[in-house]
């Protein structure tokens, strides 16, 4: 009878230690997606960035031309 419930506790304890993993795991996961879709994030603002002060750059030579 102890020895039974010493058996149904250690399964316990292994599935518990199981899903403990699997949720690590998928935390772990989830940090890694969501830090590379925040550095992707980052290149699109920098590019966007450049694109915005060559743009700048093209009006202020522009309107150089014109005076």
Known sequence: ???SR???YED????SAQASTTKKSAINS???ITRQKA???DAVMLSLLSIGQ???RLVI???G???
């Open 61 to 63: 030579v522009k309107m």
């Open 30 to 32: 989830h940090k890694h």
């Open 1 to 3: 009878m102890v020895m």
């Open 54 to 56: 060559s743009a700048h």
């Open 39 to 41: 550095q992707s994030a």
């Open 12 to 15: 316990r304890f292994i599935k």
């Open 65 to 67: 031309d014109e005076v």
């Open 6 to 8: 010493l058996v149904c």
